[in-house]
C-alpha cells in the first residue's frame, strides 16, 4: 500500500471518529467561527480533499495553534470554503484562518492551498476543473509569499493582492475588523448587504472610486439615488 492510499485511509478514520467542532480556542484567538469543522480530543481538524471532492488528508491544529499533518501526504489537496459552482470569482490562499477571513470578509468562495509551495500548484488544478472562475491569489507577506506570488503570476493570473501592514489578512480580520479585510481586498462580488447597517453605510464620507469598487458590480443592473449635485452622473457613466 503507498504512503498516499495509506494516509487516505487513515484521514477517513480519523474523521469518521471525530465529533462536531462548535468552538476551538485556535479559531476564537483568530475571530472566527467553527464552520463544518471537528475535533478530536483537543485537536481541531481540517479535511483537506482532491479535486474529486475525496477525503484525503487532514490538518490538525492545537489550541496553542501547533499544526501538523499526522502522517499523511498533503501535497495537491486543498480546503474549500464556499461554493465554486456558484460564483465567478474566488481567493487561493495559503492557510486555514486566512482562507476564512477573506471568505467571511468577500462572501466569496476561497480555496487553501496549507502551504506557499502550493498555491500555484492547486491553482492550476481549480483553474482547469473550473474553467469560468477567476482566481486571485490572496497572499501572505514575507519572503515565501512574495516567492508565491512571483509564480503565481507566471502560471495562474497576475491577479495578487497582499495584505497591507499585517501578515497575512487573518491578521487585518483581527486588529482592524471584517470592513477593513473587505477593502483590502478590493472585491469583485457583490456585498452582502444583510451584514451593513443602513445608518453607518450612508454616513460614511467615502470617495466615488471606493464606492464604485465595493458596491457596484460590473454587469449588473444598480439604481442610483441621491440628492442633486452629489455626482450620481458621473458615477453612472
Known amino acids: 500500500v503507498s504512503k ?44 483537506l480533499y482532491d479535486i474529486s471532492g475525496a477525503l484525503s488528508c487532514i490538518q490538525t491544529i ?47 468562495p476561497v480555496i487553501v492551498a496549507f502551504s506557499s509551495k502550493m498555491v500555484s500548484v492547486i491553482g492550476k488544478t481549480i ?32 491577479s495578487v493582492v497582499f495584505p497591507k501592514g499585517y501578515s497575512d489578512f487573518n491578521d487585518v480580520w483581527v486588529f482592524d475588523g471584517p470592513e ?15 451584514d451593513i447597517d443602513i445608518g453607518s453605510f450612508l454616513s460614511k464620507k467615502l470617495p466615488p472610486v471606493v464606492s464604485i469598487n465595493q458596491f457596484l458590480q460590473e454587469g449588473t443592473f444598480n439604481i442610483l439615488f441621491g440628492e442633486a449635485g452629489v455626482g450620481k452622473s458621473r458615477i453612472s457613466y
Open 4 to 47: 498516499r492510499a495509506e494516509g487516505i485511509k487513515q484521514a477517513s478514520k480519523m474523521w469518521n471518529n471525530a465529533i462536531t467542532c462548535a468552538k476551538h480556542p485556535y479559531l476564537t484567538r483568530k475571530k472566527l467561527p467553527c464552520i463544518n469543522l471537528k475535533k478530536i480530543g483537543e485537536m481541531l481538524l481540517i479535511p
Open 62 to 108: 492545537s489550541p496553542h495553534g501547533e499544526k501538523k499533518f499526522p502522517g499523511m501526504p498533503m501535497k495537491g489537496y486543498f480546503h474549500i470554503i464556499g461554493d465554486l459552482e456558484k460564483s465567478k470569482d474566488a481567493y487561493v490562499c495559503e492557510g486555514y484562518a486566512t482562507g476564512l477571513s477573506v471568505h467571511l470578509a468577500s462572501k466569496l
Open 127 to 158: 483553474q482547469n476543473k473550473y474553467t469560468n472562475v477567476n482566481l486571485t491569489l490572496a497572499a501572505d507577506n514575507g519572503e515565501a509569499g512574495v516567492k508565491a506570488s512571483v509564480e503565481w503570476k507566471e502560471v495562474i493570473t497576475p
Open 180 to 194: 477593513a479585510a473587505r477593502e483590502q481586498l478590493a472585491i469583485k462580488g457583490p456585498v452582502n448587504f444583510d
